[in-house]
């Protein structure tokens, strides 16, 4: 046992060492990319890189170590040492592929500015493409990746490979690997996962740089491309989705697409200030005033008498991390894969962020829990939001089991504000209405319904955003922002809703402050609305183009045609009179609700061209 702990112990510092070396072949490669960067962040890349390159070493290291286990199963040399002998050519498999991964990423880089994904090697299918673009400084650095890794081949088998032989065979040996092998593979698996936190390790953990090049770096290569690989296997034989023509396709965009010109502006300031409130799990059946139960918010019903109430609005699927790619870049959300999750698309897409920076905005985003759920933390770097703030900046305030509990975050966020420059666009997200609601607060409300936990939590969220706005109305900046207040997804309810039913997934926004004018407050808007729309919405009244954000509707110019939504296994749309939803999962319409037969066939027809649609757009990011 001692000698495979020192094999191992050889093994993990061997494969360390050979991603060391590899990112120092990339950043000679880039070097001039590398100007701007501290000479601080090459040390933080260290550190950030550490947890992916053992989470795949993990990987790795628990093949060997099964077959290691059955080795020590049979006491012939001769097997011993062939089934060694496969352990040196699995390592060197990955060695030499490993050179090839980074010989790949180095040649894609200056072009696509992202690391090796399933896009890039899935252009192998056609040889000829690949050969016709490359140039002979790809060659030379294909050539000098592979002679590193012969080297490091070299490495392995003269200083970490070993013959593991099994000397002897008894009763007690054979109980003993039984019971030590589950332990280790479990140690190894908990390696894999990057620890005992909630959160599965992601690649946000490799994230902590404004320059993309930098956190790109600090992402284990191996572990990228399995993780877009596997993220990918739905669209492994293309698009899902698609059953209608190119030419119907493009008839039905250029309808849901028309424009009306004439946007009402609704606010009295150019440049605002721009703060989101995102409240999480907040659905409308906790608003009196959208047909919800009563006496659960009376804050945020106090501040609809001086805002703008959007009253037929909905989220476009189920969770969190859903939810920032649709706020902040009015993507649609599918049922199966999530495009937050693979950076090297995520990165591409249009951001309310993006359009506002090049209008001098600056911009923050603040959580009490772990921004690495999700992938959000990636996500909003890759966006260049310039202050990124979660949980381990504020160990110090009362949190339960996922983060600091809102009213500390609350505070927070008003101290943070105070110190933003001006013009701002800046977000806090809140946490404790999202289980276990283990929030500090009273459980005062109850409608005999097991999610009296959950009413109770937005009850306690409603009064620390109360208490928030209340103490913001006399800081300098406040009469010249605008609040967005809007939930991320909704939540069951005491209030029974089918998994698919639209109502289940309708939520609360309000617009709220001093920049609204004066004729606005306190006013309603019915149009129909979802998350996608919030860009083309925010950035009409801020007379900023939006026609890149390719899904979004201007809520002050028209209502949405229709509004796409996923749940799991499904997707539907939501229409002015009807609504459509199917379970992938089941092969079944679970709700097409229409006044005539020939309305109901029409929306299945635009759901299924509509997501046929958005998945090609995803494809092709």
Sequence with gaps: MISIAIYFLRFYLFWLFYFLINRIFFFVCYKYDFELVKSTDFFWILIYSFKLDISFISYLSAIIFLIIFINSLICKEKINVLLSKFIFYINTFFIV??????????????EWQTKLNYKAISHLLNPSEVFNTSTNSHYIIACISILISFFFVKIYATKVHQIFLTKELNLKIIVINIIRTPIILGFLLLLIRGGWQPIPINLSDSYFSKHMIVNDVSVNPNWNLLQSILKNRRNFYGNPYKNHSNSDINTFINKIKLENQSTKIILNKDQ????????????????????????????????EENGVLFSNFYSNGWTSDQAMTSIFSSFPVFPYVS???????ARKLPCINKSLK???????????????????????????????????????????????????????????????????MSTLFTLSSHSPFDFPGEHKISFNHREDKYVNSVAYTDKCLGEFMSKVKNESWY?????IIVADHSHNSPIWRRLAQKE?????????????NDRYKGTKINKLGSHIDIAA?????????????????????????????????????????????????????????????????LQ??????????????????
């Design 97 to 110: 592929i490993t050179a090839l991964i980074i010989a790949g990423e180095i040649a894609i880089y200056q």
């Design 272 to 303: 605002p200030n721009i703060v989101f409130i995102l409240l999480e799990s907040w659905s409308a059946d906790n608003i009196e005033s959208l047909k919800g139960l009563n006496g659960i918010t009376p804050n945020f019903k106090s501040l």
């Design 339 to 345: 495009i937050i999750n693979q950076t090297d698309k």
């Design 358 to 424: 090049k209008e001098g905005y600056h911009s923050s985003y603040y959580f009490g829990g772990q921004l690495t759920y999700g992938n959000i933390k990636s996500y909003l770097y890759t966006q260049g939001f310039d202050i990124i703030k979660d949980e381990k900046y504020y160990n110090d305030l009362p949190s339960g089991k996922l983060g600091v509990h809102d009213e500390y975050m609350f505070d927070v966020f008003h101290n943070e504000l105070n110190a933003l420059p001006e013009p701002f």
């Design 479 to 483: 009469k010249n922002t605008l609040f």
């Design 504 to 516: 289940r997934f309708k939520i609360p926004m309000l617009w709220y402050g001093d920049v609204l």
């Design 537 to 601: 919405s925010l950035l009409g009244q801020l007379k900023i183009d939006y026609t890149n954000f390719d899904f979004s509707t201007n809520l002050f110019a028209k209502s949405a045609y229709l509004i796409p939504y996923a749940f799991p296994k499904g997707f539907g749309i939501i229409k002015k009179r009807g609504y459509y939803a199917f379970s992938e999962g089941y092969n079944k319409v679970l709700e097409n609700h229409a006044k005539t037969k020939e309305d109901k066939l």
């Design 604 to 621: 299945k027809k635009e759901a299924e061209m509509y997501f046929q649609n958005a998945f090609d757009k995803y494809i092709n990011y």
